[in-house]
């Protein structure tokens, strides 16, 4: 097996087919052992390797999008425990040990999330670059609500159940920035799956 | 970014001997700020010390009614933490204003004290910036400064503290339990942040071989009766331009206590001494409101591209002081 070195990986000087890269035996690496939607990889990584150029660079997961890697964007927002966050703000050596999960984990193109299918039916999406973190931020965010959480336009904040308006969606949902402007359709895709929560599972 | 060795504190002691060791050594919360600033190499830590794995993710209720916010407590959680919605609705709404919600997942409470300015020179290793690298001059004096400070401002640095939850801490008057090799000391918020002086680059009190461990709220049962409110070039995900914490005890329409900070000003969260004291004790009307907002902008200085936030400042204040009144005597 041929290996490179981090700068040859960092270049983009190396071979990307979707398989985890071997690396050069070098000081600087860490063991680091990451649950990637139900799959457990041991890596070798510098510690100053972001989650997302893990999942991208060598897990071959690149379904997670690099948009601005400033924590700015929202497109590279996958789940860990649960819980949405920013793969670009964060080290892949803090997350040993969690859960994470990306677009990938969350439906197959034969069985597709609701979500995901949902954003299909209405048109969530037109250059598609910031749909794997809008899928993403949503599932959280529908479990939030379910769990009551307040956002900034939540009138009552000793309220624990939440009347998800459109208002409220907006702004839980103002993480994931859209270029293309394609919020109608992420808004009505969203709030179909939501209805249907609200109805009880599908049969 | 600079390479760096890594390493996972499991208690307090060993995350501490590992900086007072190395002064290039970092602790490491959320990551959302200190990665960032890495990436562009802002800040060059040779070590990273990760502290998510210390005892302090905790919210919980001290014997004197203080509400103690464990410092590794992550944002999301603390702002839908029952007894802060409850109690201290203010800080619930701040938290919720900040950044995104992806972002407040992974933010904790002590990163978001140490969060530093989002001057654009500050963030430009080109340019000169007496705060990154002091003795350098400042660039904003002269350069493009709308997001600056109106207040405390020194001709070193006119940056402003960027974060909206200590502005709800400084209206609480919140506690900072910090330890260090030398045992644990209190500070409280209006100590923790500093004004630039001849020193910007110094954001804080806080030595460098300190951990913070926790964050208190003194028991305030007026506090239930608060409200934060952020004024920001789009409705959501955006940092203060001006922002303002109210807090609000009336009897008979005559204010019996009240607490002001505001957000977006100056290199810290500016408490509103002097627009508290005109309040206090009378009674609750519009000019009054006015008055005691003109007071606390008295010494307020401009630049360029912010002057626009004196007259602001002062329109937040009242807006806040008579939202608080209207829902008291709804
Ligand atoms: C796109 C974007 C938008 C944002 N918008 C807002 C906004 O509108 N309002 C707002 O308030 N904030 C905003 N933020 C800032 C965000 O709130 C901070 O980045 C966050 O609170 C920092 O917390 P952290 O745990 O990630 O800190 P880290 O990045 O992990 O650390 C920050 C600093 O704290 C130090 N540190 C961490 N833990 C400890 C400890 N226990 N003891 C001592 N030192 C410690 C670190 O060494 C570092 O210097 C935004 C950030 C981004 C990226
Ligand atoms: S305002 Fe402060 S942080 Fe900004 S350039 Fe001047 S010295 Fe640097
Ligand atoms: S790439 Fe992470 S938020 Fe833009
Ligand atoms: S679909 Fe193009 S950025 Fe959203």
């Not at chain 1, 309220?159 to 920035?177: H, K, P, Q, Y």
Request: aromatic share 6%.
């Amino acid at each position: 097996m041929s290996s490179y070195s981090i700068e040859q990986i960092l270049r983009g000087d190396v071979p990307r087919v979707g398989q985890p890269q071997p690396l050069a035996a070098d000081p600087h690496l860490m063991p680091v052992s990451l649950r990637v939607n139900n799959h457990v990889y041991m890596l070798q990584l510098e510690p100053r390797v972001s989650l997302l150029d893990t999942l991208r660079e060598f897990l071959g997961l690149t379904g997670t999008k690099k948009g601005c890697n400033q924590g700015a964007c929202g497109a590279c927002t996958v789940l860990v425990n649960g819980e949405r966050i920013k793969s670009c703000l964060t080290l892949a050596v803090m997350h040993e040990g969690h859960d994470i999960t990306t677009i990938e984990g969350l439906g197959q193109p034969n069985q597709l999330h609701p979500l995901q299918a949902a954003f299909i039916e209405h048109d969530g999406f037109q250059c598609g670059y910031c749909t794997p973190g809008q899928i993403c931020s949503a599932v959280a965010m529908l479990r939030e609500v379910e769990q009551g959480d307040a956002s900034f336009v939540s009138e009552d904040l000793t309220a624990t159940e939440v009347n998800l308006t459109d208002e409220e969606m907006r702004e839980r949902m103002s993480g994931n920035i859209c270029r293309c402007g394609a919020y109608v359709g992420i808004m009505n895709a969203i709030r179909e799956v939501y209805e249907q929560q609200q109805k009880g599972p599908r049969i | 970014m600079r390479g760096f060795t890594y390493t996972r504190a499991s208690d307090a002691d060993t995350a501490i001997r590992a900086v007072v060791h190395n002064a290039e050594a970092k602790f490491i919360g959320g990551g959302t700020n200190l990665v960032d600033l890495m990436r562009e190499n802002v800040e060059r830590p040779s070590e990273v010390v990760d502290v998510n794995g210390l005892p302090f993710a905790q919210i919980e209720e001290l014997p004197n009614g203080s509400l103690r916010l464990g410092a590794m407590a992550r944002n999301s959680h603390t702002a839908n933490h029952p007894l802060v919605r409850v109690r201290y609705p203010v800080l619930a709404q701040a938290l919720l204003s900040a950044a995104s919600p992806q972002l407040r997942n992974m933010a904790t409470n002590a990163g978001n004290l140490l969060q530093r300015t989002r001057c654009y020179y500050f963030y430009d290793t080109t340019a000169p910036c007496n705060k990154r690298q002091p003795g350098t001059g400042c660039s904003a004096l002269a350069g493009y400064n709308r997001l600056h400070a109106i207040l405390g401002t020194s001709p070193q640095c006119i940056a402003t503290h960027p974060s909206d939850m200590t502005v709800a801490l400084a209206a609480l008057d919140a506690i900072v339990q910090v330890q260090g090799p030398n045992g644990q000391r209190s500070l409280p918020i209006a100590d923790f942040h500093r004004l630039p002086g001849d020193t910007p680059e110094r954001d804080t009190n806080l030595g460098h071989d300190e951990l913070i461990t926790a964050i208190d709220l003194p028991a305030l049962p007026f506090a239930r009766h608060s409200l934060y409110l952020k004024v920001r070039d789009r409705p959501s995900f955006a940092f203060a331009l001006v922002s303002v914490a109210g807090v609000l005890k009336l009897s008979d329409n005559r204010i019996q206590e009240v607490r002001l900070a505001l957000g977006g000003v100056a290199h810290k969260p500016w408490r509103a001494h002097k627009a508290e004291e005109i309040l206090t004790g009378a009674p609750a009307t519009p000019e009054l409101f006015r008055r005691a907002a003109e007071a606390e902008l008295q010494t307020a200085v401009g630049f360029e591209h912010n002057a626009f936030k004196i007259e602001l400042a002062k329109r937040i204040m009242v807006r806040a002081l008579t939202t608080l009144t209207e829902r008291r005597l709804a």
